[in-house]
Structures are given as C-alpha cells and as structure tokens.
C-alpha cells in the first residue's frame, strides 16, 4: 500500500498550531514530540493524526525557534542517518533532514540526552555539512 499524503488534513491541524497562544519551555538535547506535518517530496513528514515524529532539540534559538533533528526507527548504513541508542533501542537522527522550526510545533517531553552526548552528536553533524 502506497502512502498517500493527506495535506488537507495537515492544513486544518496547521492552522491551530499557528493560533496556538501556549509558551514552550525547552531545552537543548531534549527530545520532544514534534510536529512536522504533511511535506513535499522525500522531506520527512511526521506520523498520526498529529503529524508528529520525535526529534532531538540541538539548539534553542531565542525564545520562538529551535533546531531540531527528527529521528526514525528505520536504520540505514547511508549518510545522513545517524544511529543512537534512545531508551534499549537502536533509531536514527536524520541529520539530512535537519531544521529550523517554530517552538509552536514542539509537544510533549520524552526524555533528555546527556549533555556529553549531545556534543558527540554535535561533532556528528559537523561532520555531515562539512562533506
């Protein structure tokens, strides 16, 4: 079965997170439910009827934006896919898939990173940009 993307679906849940008046407290190396939407082409859409996925906040960028790293449960030996142990088992930050979101997109708390894997993950992505 094909995936099929629902954008009118993500378009009614965008248009609340955009009129969403909460304040997020956030941290970098948390992980976070975030809500990436229905996106274009092979940019990676989050799941479920919130179009959420998990993602590693690498930076907090004042008190509106951050930059996220979505993760995935699929593993793959290609560049750009970063593999991690999160909570017994092996998933992915798509470290190609990185970006700039608005904190209104970032839900619910799964847990945090320790500050010296963080900055090992840093190095990571250091890595991939300097290719």
Same mark, same amino acid.
């Not at 274009?40 to 690498?58: M, N, Q």
């Not at 008190?63 to 290609?78: F, G, Q, R, Y």
């Given at each position: 079965?094909?995936? #099929?993307?629902?954008?009118? @679906?993500?378009?009614?849940?965008?248009?609340?997170?955009?009129?969403?008046?909460?304040?997020?407290?956030?941290?970098?190396?948390?992980?976070?439910?975030? $809500?990436?939407? #229905?996106?274009?082409?092979?940019?990676?859409?989050?799941?479920? =009827?919130?179009? =959420?996925?998990?993602?590693?906040?690498?930076?907090?960028?004042?008190?509106?934006? =951050?930059?996220?790293?979505?993760? %995935? $449960?699929?593993?793959?030996?290609? $560049?750009?896919?970063?593999?991690?142990?999160?909570?017994?088992?092996?998933? %992915? !930050?798509?470290?190609?898939?990185?970006?700039?979101?608005?904190?209104?997109?970032?839900? %619910?708390?799964?847990?945090?990173?320790? @500050?010296?894997? !963080? %900055? !090992?993950?840093?190095?990571?992505?250091?890595?991939?940009? $300097? !290719?």
């Amino acid at each position: 079965m094909q995936y #099929v993307k629902d954008f009118d @679906a993500w378009n009614t849940i965008k248009k609340r997170i955009q009129d969403d008046t909460r304040t997020v407290n956030i941290r970098e190396g948390e992980i976070r439910w975030v $809500t990436f939407g #229905v996106n274009v082409g092979s940019e990676i859409d989050g799941k479920g =009827a919130s179009f =959420a996925r998990p993602a590693l906040i690498v930076h907090v960028i004042g008190s509106n934006l =951050a930059l996220v790293i979505p993760m %995935s $449960t699929k593993v793959k030996d290609v $560049t750009g896919y970063v593999p991690i142990q999160w909570k017994g088992k092996t998933v %992915s !930050l798509c470290v190609h898939q990185m970006k700039v979101i608005s904190q209104k997109r970032i839900l %619910s708390r799964m847990g945090k990173i320790p @500050a010296n894997t !963080l %900055s !090992l993950y840093k190095q990571f992505i250091t890595m991939f940009f $300097t !290719l």
